[in-house]
């Protein structure tokens, strides 16, 4: 009787000690992958003349299917110039509620079809662009087709030379929890972009949230604004009107 009670304590004693190993390992895998992610969402990414990354981003060297979020940033996939946008990529991929994109255009097929992606997650996003940049764009096409709020900026009068300008994406944002990231890019997003291929370029990620909640602010007066011009002004209605893009 006695061996028995030995030998269901050993198992007992075992089986508690490989549990807690597993949950150990377990818990320190998830506080390394969220160190990862905030270093992510605080750095700043620099490219050579050449387009090639010179630093500021950090990398991961999981093997772990799991991890495919990170490590696939790393490599140059099925678009020749997705390399250049690797951080925005992860920075899109790893949204869970809202994205609030502010730029001139959106010219890049990896871009799209990661927004795609994070609208059949359920992630809201609006996007705000320059028409005349975007008005025969097959990019911004596809977005639309699915159901992405897409505002476009047009200027007020034929004569005004104008041209909306921003290049930010606000990611997550919630002041009730005091949580957002912030991107902002220098590169535009276009494959014939000089900047893919000959510039100096930055990509800066932000997590203070003073900061992030500037830019969703700024977003909100812009989205607003042209709104608003959108719905009153004639010369706008009718050059959306062109192309079936507002009614």
């Not at 991107?183 to 203070?208: D, M, P, Q």
Request: proline share 2%; net charge negative.
């Amino acid at each position: 009787m006695n061996w028995i009670y030995v030998r269901y304590g050993v198992l007992i004693a075992v089986s508690t000690y490989t549990w807690f190993k597993f949950l150990k390992e377990w818990y320190e895998k998830l506080y390394q992958k969220h160190l990862l992610f905030l270093k992510m969402h605080n750095c700043v990414v620099m490219y050579n003349s050449a387009g090639k990354r010179i630093g500021g981003w950090p990398c991961d060297d999981s093997d772990d299917p799991a991890d495919d979020d990170i490590k696939g940033i790393n490599v140059i996939r099925q678009y020749f110039y997705c390399g250049q946008y690797e951080s925005l990529l992860y920075f899109i991929r790893t949204a869970k509620e809202s994205l609030y994109i502010a730029t001139m255009f959106i010219h890049v097929q990896c871009i799209v079809d990661e927004l795609l992606a994070a609208h059949e997650r359920n992630v809201i996003i609006k996007i705000i662009v320059d028409y005349n940049y975007n008005k025969s764009g097959t990019c911004i096409q596809q977005l639309q087709r699915a159901g992405i709020e897409v505002l476009y900026y047009v200027p007020p009068n034929p004569d005004q030379c104008s041209r909306f300008h921003y290049n930010s994406v606000v990611k997550d944002f919630s002041r009730d929890t005091q949580d957002g990231y912030l991107c902002t890019v220098l590169l535009n997003w276009s494959v014939n972009s000089a900047g893919v291929v000959s510039n100096y370029e930055i990509f800066n990620f932000i997590s203070k949230f003073e900061l992030v909640a500037q830019f969703y602010d700024n977003f909100e007066d812009a989205w607003n604004t042209i709104s608003e011009m959108n719905e009153t002004n004639d010369y706008i209605k009718d050059t959306l009107r062109e192309i079936n893009m507002y009614q």
